[in-house]
Structures are given as structure tokens and as C-alpha cells.
Nanobody, 117 residues
């Protein structure tokens, strides 16, 4: 059974930090790329950060220099380190596993991040 489970969300003050985790099971994790998306109330889901199977990373302009995506294939985990958080970062964050050869991609259930004083 394919599963992606996000954790690590919560309430943090502006300027603070959080690390999100995404635990994968039920598929060959190491050959999939993994993305972090977020969706704020009333807004479309947007791509925040991506890490390819080989480790190459990319980021949305809005988070460059503040967020870092990483993966540990042995633990089947992907992380999103978020620093200097802003109220605009408030959203539900989702991880997505994908591959060009796959018939479909996989989504987690999401974790809420709220940045507020």
C-alpha cells in the first residue's frame, strides 16, 4: 500500500523555523522525485520545492534562501527545513512523489503550518 505521511507542522511566530517530514512507504522511493506543495485558504496549490531522485533541488522564488529540501533514501524520508517564516507561508503543506515512468503520482494528506504572532 502506497503511503506518504507528512508531519512537523504547527504554529510558529514570524521569523521562526519548522522542519516538515514526509515518510514514504509502499513504492521504490529512491527512484521517485519528491515535491513539497502548499495550499493556502482560497488559493491554488503551489509548488514550493522539489528534489529529484538524484538529489537535484529547485525552489519557488518566494522561498529561495529560506527553505531547504533534502532526502534520505535509506530512511525513505524527505524533509523541508523552513527558516525565516512569514505569515504568507501559512498553508497546508503536502508532499508528492512522482516519476515520468509512473502511471500516477502519490500525495500525502497534508500538514498545517500557521505563521502568526
Amino acid at each position: 500500500q502506497v503511503q506518504l505521511v507528512e508531519s512537523g507542522g504547527g504554529l510558529v511566530q514570524p521569523g521562526g523555523s519548522l522542519t516538515l517530514s514526509c515518510a514514504a512507504s509502499g513504492f521504490i522511493f529512491s527512484i521517485y522525485g519528491v515535491d513539497w506543495y502548499r495550499q493556502a485558504p482560497g488559493k491554488q496549490r503551489e509548488l514550493v520545492a522539489a528534489i529529484a531522485s538524484g538529489g537535484r533541488t529547485s525552489y519557488a522564488d518566494s522561498v529561495k534562501g529560506r527553505f531547504t529540501i533534502s532526502r534520505d533514501n535509506a530512511k525513505r524520508m524527505v524533509y523541508l527545513q523552513m527558516n525565516s517564516l512569514k505569515p504568507d507561508d501559512t498553508a497546508v503543506y503536502y508532499c508528492n512523489a512522482n516519476a515520468p515512468f509512473a502511471a500516477s503520482d502519490f500525495w500525502g494528506q497534508g500538514t498545517q503550518v500557521t505563521v502568526s504572532s
